[in-house]
C-alpha cells in the first residue's frame, strides 16, 4: 500500500477517490508559524484550522517543534508532515489530510536551526502546546520556578536551551540584536490565563538573563486562547482503521471528536491569519471561556479519569456509562463548577449537555490513565480554583473533593485489585514515597499529599472546610472501593 505523501495527495483525484486533501498546491505554503509541542493536541486542532485558511493566506504554513523526542519528526518526515485526522462518532469516520505542517524540528538535534527559524521576519507568531509541566512553573503560584532543572540549565546555557522559555527568549534575543520586531507568544495550553501564564514565565526568564532582552519582551503580546478538541493518543488499531479507510500508509494519524472550538484573545502586532473565517472565535477577554472550560470539562475530566480507572473503566465513555459516575459528573459541573462561573446559566447548561454527550462518545478511546496523568500539574485550575471560590462563598465541595481523593488514592500507585498503577507525573517518585508511608492510613496519607505545596499551596492544607471531605472521601475510597464511594457521593 503506498505511503501518504505530495505525490500521492497531488495525483489524480480519482486515484484518492473522496479522501479530503489539501486544497492547495503545498509548494505555494511559506512558514509565518512556529508551534512548539507538536503533539497530537495541536494537529487536530490549531493545524486544522490553518489548513482551512491557507488556500486564500498561504504566509502561514506551520513549522513544528518536538521538545522532548524524536518521534513525530521521525513520523512524519518520510509523508512530508503529511497526516489524516480522522474525525470520529457514532455514525462512522471522516478523513481528511492536513497539510498545514511544513517541516517538524527536533529540538534537541537542531536546536540552532529551531531557534533560526523562530528569529526568521517571516514567522510572526510562536505557538505553544506544551503542556502544562512544559511551563517550568510552580502551578500553584504560577511563577516561573527558578530551581527547575531546565531553568537552572538553559540560564547556564542561554545558546542551547532546552525549556520552551528558553527557546522561545532565545529567539527573542537573536531579533532583537538583529533589529526585528518580535513574534506574538501564543500559548494554546490548559492553563487559566494562559497568555498571562507565558508571559509571566518567558519575562522572568529573561529578567534573568538580562535587562536588555527583559525590556525588549516587554513588548511582546501574549494572548490568551480557550482551545478544546478531545485527542486521544493514537494506537496502532487506529493506524491500521485508517489505513484500510484511506488505503494509504499514514504513520501517525490523529482520532479526533467532531466538535472543535478556539477561543482567541485578539492582540497580534505583528499580525495574524484570519483565524475568524475558519470557525475560531476573536474575543477581547477570554478568560469567561478558559474557566468554564477548564473547570467544567477539564475537571470532569480528571475526576473521572481517577474514578473511572480505580473502578475499572479503561476509557472515558466507559466510565461515563456508569449511573453513579454520570450523575456525580453532571452534578460537579450544575452544583459545584456552574456557579462559580460568569457565564450565563443558559450557556453554561448547554455547553454541560453537550459535554457529557462528547464524554460518551463511542468512537473515541480516550484512555482514563492518559487523563490522569500529570495531575500535580492538572489539579490546581481543574478542581482547587474551583474549591477555593466555593469556599470563600460558603458552599460546598463533596463532589470537587472526591476528585482530589481519588487523585490521592490514584498516586499511591497500587490498584483496588492490588495491581500496579503506572503513575506519570513530574513528581511521581515523591508521591509513592508518601503514600509508601502513610500506608492505608487515610488522614496521614491526605496529610502527606496536601504539603505537596506545588499542587495545594499554603491555605488549602490549613482549611478544616477542605481537608475534612478530602480525608473522609479517601477513607471511603480506601475502604469500600471508587464504586460504592462514588455512589454514596454522587
Ligand atoms: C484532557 C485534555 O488529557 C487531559 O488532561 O482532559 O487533554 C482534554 O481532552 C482537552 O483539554 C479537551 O479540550
Known amino acids: 500500500m503506498p505511503r501518504l505523501s505530495n505525490r500521492v495527495i497531488h495525483a489524480d483525484p480519482v486515484q484518492n477517490g473522496d479522501l479530503m486533501v489539501p486544497k492547495y498546491r503545498r509548494e505555494r505554503v511559506t512558514p509565518g508559524i512556529v508551534h512548539l509541542g507538536i503533539g497530537a493536541f495541536h494537529r487536530a486542532h490549531m493545524a486544522a484550522y490553518v489548513d482551512d485558511l491557507l488556500a486564500d493566506n498561504p504566509g502561514w504554513g506551520i513549522i513544528g517543534a518536538s521538545l522532548r523526542r524524536p518521534d513525530?519528526?521521525?513520523?512524519?518526515?518520510?509523508?512530508?508532515?503529511l497526516y489524516t485526522l480522522a474525525v470520529r462518532d457514532a455514525s462512522g469516520t471522516r478523513c481528511r489530510v492536513i497539510g498545514s505542517i511544513l517541516d517538524v524540528l527536533d529540538a534537541n538535534t537542531q536546536r540552532g536551526q529551531l531557534i533560526e527559524t523562530m528569529a526568521d521576519p517571516r514567522i510572526r507568531i510562536v505557538s505553544l502546546t506544551v503542556t502544562e509541566k512544559g511551563y517550568c512553573h510552580d502551578p500553584a503560584t504560577g511563577a516561573l520556578d527558578e530551581q527547575h532543572p531546565d531553568i537552572v540549565h538553559d540560564l547556564a546555557h542561554p545558546d542551547s536551551p532546552v525549556s520552551a522559555p528558553g527557546l522561545i527568549a532565545a529567539a527573542l534575543e537573536l531579533r532583537r540584536r538583529r533589529g526585528l520586531i518580535p513574534f506574538t507568544v501564543m500559548s494554546c495550553d490548559n492553563l487559566p490565563s494562559?497568555?498571562?501564564?507565558?508571559?509571566?514565565?518567558?519575562?522572568?526568564?529573561?529578567?534573568?538573563?538580562?535587562?536588555?532582552?527583559?525590556t525588549y519582551v516587554r513588548?511582546?503580546?501574549?494572548?490568551?486562547?480557550?482551545?478544546?478538541r478531545i485527542v486521544p493518543a493514537t494506537t496502532d488499531a487506529d493506524r491500521e482503521i485508517i489505513r484500510q479507510i484511506i488505503g494509504l500508509d499514514d504513520a501517525w494519524p490523529i482520532m479526533t471528536e467532531p466538535f472543535t472550538q478556539w477561543v482567541i484573545e485578539d492582540d497580534f502586532p505583528a499580525g495574524r491569519p484570519p483565524f475568524e473565517s475558519v470557525g475560531a472565535q476573536l474575543v477581547d477577554d477570554v478568560e469567561p471561556f478558559e474557566l468554564m472550560k477548564l473547570r467544567m470539562l477539564n475537571g470532569s475530566h480528571s475526576t473521572m479519569a481517577y474514578l473511572g480507572y480505580l473502578s475499572g473503566y479503561q476509557h472515558v465513555s466507559e466510565a461515563i456509562a456508569d449511573p453513579a459516575i454520570r450523575r456525580l459528573?453532571?452534578?460537579?459541573?450544575?452544583?459545584?463548577?456552574m456557579p462559580t462561573l460568569p457565564m450565563a446559566r443558559p450557556v453554561l447548561e448547554a455547553y454541560r449537555d453537550q459535554l457529557l454527550a462528547r464524554f460518551a462518545n463511542p468512537a473515541l478511546k480516550h484512555r482514563t490513565w492518559q487523563i490522569a496523568m500529570d495531575g500535580t500539574q492538572k489539579l490546581p485550575q481543574r478542581l482547587l480554583g474551583t474549591i477555593r471560590d466555593r469556599l470563600a462563598a460558603g458552599q460546598g465541595i463533596e463532589r470537587l473533593a472526591l476528585g482530589v481523593a481519588a487523585w490521592m488514592r490514584y498516586v499511591t500507585g497500587i490498584d483496588e485489585a492490588g495491581n500496579p498503577i503506572e503513575v506519570k507525573d513530574p513528581h511521581a517518585a515523591r508521591l509513592r514515597q508518601i503514600a509508601d508511608a502513610a500506608g492505608h492510613d487515610a488522614a496521614r496519607l491526605a496529610k502527606g499529599l496536601l504539603a505537596v505545596s506545588e499542587v495545594f499551596g499554603t491555605d488549602l492544607p490549613l482549611n478544616p472546610a477542605f481537608v475534612e471531605p478530602v480525608t473522609r472521601h479517601l477513607q471511603s475510597l480506601l475502604e469500600l472501593g471508587a464504586k460504592a464511594t462514588t455512589g454514596q457521593v454522587a
Do not use: Y
Open 219 to 228: 513588548t511582546v503580546s501574549f494572548p490568551s486562547t480557550m482551545i478544546d
Open 72 to 81: 513525530t519528526r521521525d513520523a512524519l518526515a518520510p509523508q512530508d508532515f
Open 194 to 214: 494562559n497568555g498571562k501564564t507565558a508571559r509571566r514565565i518567558v519575562t522572568r526568564f529573561a529578567e534573568l538573563r538580562s535587562p536588555e532582552l527583559a
Open 329 to 337: 459528573v453532571h452534578g460537579l459541573m450544575t452544583e459545584e463548577a
